[in-house]
């Protein structure tokens, strides 16, 4: 098996703002999709869990089809199990519950890394994944 590194916390950060483009793109359609189905101005009732199945399934069907959003695309990075394997539908779905739990979306605990010697972040313990660089330059 090829050994990979971690990837850098910059290369982190990077694809976060790329996919943070995706996930707005995203929430702007459950928008217009709820505000279709509403027939004019969209409740919050509606709108929200659209929100929900659209930006959760983006990144646990991302996770789960070899581990790369389009922002790990671009920056040449992968969420990887912590023994370098491809992640199944379960431990996506771990990856994607704890990153939510631990407010990912606001970049807070991808500080965490750069505590950590592995640079791995506080949800990437949890649910037992790491992060790699796929070229190590």
Same mark, same amino acid.
């Given at each position: 098996m090829i050994e990979f590194e971690n990837a850098p916390i910059w290369k982190r950060v990077f694809a976060w703002i790329y996919d943070g483009l995706i996930v707005?793109? !995203?929430?702007?359609?459950?928008? +217009?999709?709820?505000?279709?189905? #509403?027939?004019?101005?969209a409740p919050a009732l509606l709108t929200q869990p659209l929100v929900l199945i659209l930006v959760g399934g983006y990144f646990w069907l991302s996770f789960a089809r070899g581990g790369k959003t389009a922002g790990m695309r671009a920056w040449r990075i992968r969420v990887v199990?912590?023994?370098?394997?491809? !992640?199944?539908?379960?431990?996506? +779905?771990?990856?994607?519950?704890? #990153?939510?739990?631990?407010?990912?979306?606001?970049?807070?605990?991808?500080a965490t890394a750069w505590l950590s010697p592995h640079k791995l972040t506080i949800y990437d313990k949890l649910s037992k994944t790491r992060v790699i660089s796929e070229n190590p330059n």
């Open positions: 707005l793109a !995203l929430i702007l359609i459950a928008g +217009l999709i709820a505000s279709i189905i #509403a027939q004019g101005q199990t912590e023994k370098g394997k491809v !992640l199944s539908h379960r431990v996506a +779905l771990s990856r994607l519950l704890w #990153a939510t739990f631990c407010f990912a979306p606001i970049l807070i605990p991808l």
